[in-house]
């Protein structure tokens, strides 16, 4: 069963660059068939779905997001990891790295495995 746990730091002061690691477990990044993803639920609003790196490390990026998003990989660690810049503090909220059948989709059919989530905090 594939398992996957977020970790970053949970303030990141505005201006500044979001930083989040995915590891996977009980699968292999470079072999399962997902799309790698990153999602994001800000307080109060709906699942927003950010960018997905594959398992050949092609990357696909929210248009409304992708001039501040950069999503990579270390394939050693199996490890995935979403880089959000010149953040503010409408980047507040709770982002979640997923196992996803499908690109441009935050719906839970779509997903088969979410990490329990970081919450990320922008000050004002």
């Known amino acids: 069963q594939v398992q996957l746990q977020e970790s970053g730091p949970g303030l990141v002061k505005p201006s500044q660059t979001l930083s989040l690691t995915c590891t996977v477990s009980?699968?292999?990044?470079?072999?399962?068939?997902?799309?790698w993803s990153w999602i994001r639920q800000p307080p109060g609003k709906g699942l927003e779905w950010m960018g997905a790196i594959t398992y050949s490390g092609s990357t696909w990026y929210n248009p409304s997001l992708k001039s501040r998003t950069s999503i990579s990989r270390d394939t050693s660690k199996n490890q995935f990891s979403l880089q959000l810049s010149s953040v503010t503090p409408e980047d507040t909220g709770v982002y979640y790295c997923?196992?996803?059948?499908?690109?441009?989709?935050?719906?839970?059919?779509?997903?088969?495995?979410w990490g329990q989530g970081a919450q990320v905090t922008v000050p004002s």
């Open positions: 009980g699968g292999s990044i470079t072999t399962n068939y997902y799309y």
């Open positions: 997923a196992g996803a059948r499908a690109l441009y989709s935050a719906d839970d059919k779509d997903v088969d495995c």
